[in-house]
């Protein structure tokens, strides 16, 4: 079978070989074959610390580990003994070998300047974005001087450093920074909101944040200050104080931004501009040893209660996995012309362990592009620049998400095509399923047919990659993120733990310990072990496993199949949000007695989100309100300011009561189900549904 349409039903079963490096144009591959890649599986299973051991070999250590793993299930502590610095390894250590006027990062800026020379014929490019590239001595004395400004704040080995800016170059020039002297890193998405941002905060007991004036998004300017001055507010009311903001021009020539003076207080905060703080510290930093055990950083995501949760990441065993993911996922090998992108928001895991840490660490540069793929906006809502960056810095790796792959189908053929994308040679995919049509669309028109699609699959507490092909050794097949990495010992499991046959639905689970494993949810011991080790055990040894909470099968072949969250949470484009955090911001406003919130599957989005909402009449009465679309948009907007753009409801819907089960409990199935039947919103503004009956029809089967 190579490459043809058997069947386009249900089951999948297209399949594309691993293409030949000849073939592809790529020098080698680091696995070349199937037969490679499952001897090397079947030993990193078998010699686990041998495997690893030479795993973290590839990273430079100030002491070697002493052992290689300690296991109490589920505690983890990897290459113990050892210490080394992810700063160092990320741009330090090629400093020294030699390397320091490569360039490690590519930035374009997303607003266009008039071009001052050759003006083009064609108006669409008359303007030129603005770009800068910073070579690995550029980032060495830059997180030097940050890092030193970080110091004379107080920061120290062990604190949280919160993270809140665009995607500017001084973005990875803060997070290098901080693991330059042993501090952690929480980096928070740019798109959410001051209440969001408060709550990380003060989850991680975070006195620093670094932030910028605004950051640039579709032409228009995201208020990142203002929204750090809001959550301020927010944490001083809760008796947390942030003693420094430390803030980034980055749009004040557009919108002259809340004026303040390196020294100013906010309250009790004391502001400081970086270019007053940073661009005169002594680039004179070394990097501090840290234990291989010592947290890297906290990444906060959805779970299925309403607080988001502080994923624990530690230095050694992450930085491993991460440098052994990024080279064998996308082959990457330094000095060979690559120049990778990966399209997500540093904000997000994959922008920390495949923007930053995994190209950095294996001296491939990388680029970073500050804002959206359509801008300048063509008609219809268009754009093509991503394939504008693609052309004019001959990329070689682009990975990004299905539901951005979605929006480039349906902004039609024509665009890619207008664009040299012949230097391309392997492409990725990440954050939920792809589905087959999608992937063939990335295949043909971005791939050339001739690009192996790499469907990652993997999460925030993973890591790095966990299930994926390798470009030279694993042929794919549209849907599927094929077989484990290596090291990674994946099973479909029943509930009692038995392994199931092929094409049985089951949980994805992962039986043996990883490095790159989180090693805990911070501050809370409770729901580390309830949410991924307390549903799935070794049924002869008793060994709990980890769950992902994501449904999913193999096939005859030990391809895996995702199917999806089994959990109360939804993936919208790709983000994790938890029902609870939309349904508490709901209830926080003062019409709502009680909301649900579900998933609807969605053509671009994978799954938005549905709100069904039951009022307080009283409420409604005294202020002359009925529930209407201007109650249904004000209620969406409300949203958006409580938890950010993300989790505004494609639906809201009126009810007369939420369906329950005998025991109180949201009969949520239901919902799903109701929701997925109707297009959309009953626009009969007065009639609120009644669920009563069809709730009692299924309150035995819930
Ligand atoms: C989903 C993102 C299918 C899955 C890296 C997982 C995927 C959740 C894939 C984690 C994929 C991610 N195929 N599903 N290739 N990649 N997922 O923590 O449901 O934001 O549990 O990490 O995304 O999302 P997270």
Known sequence: MTGQSISSSLVERRTFPAPSAAKLGVGRFHVESLADYHRLHARSIADPAGFWGEEAAKLSWFKRWDRVLDWQAPDARWFVGGTLNACYNCVDRHVQ????????????????????????????????????????????????????????????????????????????????????????????????????????????????????????????????????????????????????????????????????????????TVMHWWHDVVDSASDACPCVEMDSEDMLFLLYTSGSTGKPKGILHTTGGYLTYVNMTARLTFNLMPDSGQLFWCSADIGWVTGHSYVLYGPLMNRVPTLMYEGAPNFPTMENGRGDRFWSIIARHRVTHFYTAPTAIRTFMKWGDDLPARHDMSSLRILGSVGEPINPEAWMWFHEHIGRAKCPIVDTYWQTETGGHVCTPLPGAIATKPGSCTVPMLGIDAAIVNEQGQELGPNQGGLFCIRKPWPGMLRGVYGNRERFISNYWGRLKDPHTG??????????????????????????????????????????????????????????????????ICAFVTLKPAWLSR?????????????????????????????????????????????????????????????????????SVVAKLRTDDE
């Open 543 to 608: 060994e709990p496993w980890y769950f992902s909470a994501d449904g999913a099968r193999r096939d005859e072949d030990g391809y895996f199949w995702i199917q999806g969250r089994i959990d109360d949470v939804i993936k919208v484009s790709g983000h994790l949000l938890g029902t609870m955090e939309v349904e508490s911001a709901l209830v926080s406003h003062p019409a709502v007695a009680e909301a649900a919130v579900v998933g609807v599957p969605h053509e671009i989005k994978g799954s938005a």
């Open 623 to 691: 202020n002359g309100r009925a529930p209407d679309d201007a109650l249904r948009k004000e209620l969406g907007e409300h949203v958006v300011r409580e938890v950010g753009a993300l989790a505004r409801p494609e639906q809201v819907r009126f009810a007369e009561g939420l369906p329950k089960t005998r025991s109180g409990k949201i009969m949520r199935r239901l919902l799903r189900d109701v929701a997925a039947g109707v297009e959309k919103i009953t626009q009969d503004t007065t009639t609120l549904e009644d669920f």
């Open 97 to 268: 070998d030699g390397h320091g006027e490569q360039v490690a990062i590519v930035w374009e800026g997303e607003p266009l300047s008039p071009r001052t020379h050759h003006p083009a014929p064609d108006s669409r490019y008359a303007h030129e974005p603005e770009l800068r590239t910073l070579t690995y001595r550029d980032l060495q004395q830059q997180t030097s001087r940050a890092a030193n400004a970080l110091r004379a704040m107080g920061v120290k080995k062990g604190d949280v450093v919160t993270i809140y800016m665009p995607m500017v170059p001084e973005l990875a020039v803060a997070i290098l920074a901080c693991v330059r002297i042993g501090a952690a890193h929480s980096v928070i998405f740019g798109g959410f909101a001051p209440h969001a941002i408060s709550e990380r905060v003060m989850d991680a007991h975070s006195r620093v944040i670094i932030t910028a004036d605004g950051g640039y998004r579709r032409g228009d300017i995201v208020p990142l200050l203002k929204n750090v001055q809001e959550a301020l507010e927010q944490t001083a009311n809760h008796g947390h104080i942030v003693n420094h903001v430390l803030c980034l021009k980055r749009t004040a020539h557009q919108a002259p931004s809340q004026r303040f003076s390196t020294g100013d207080h906010l309250g009790a």
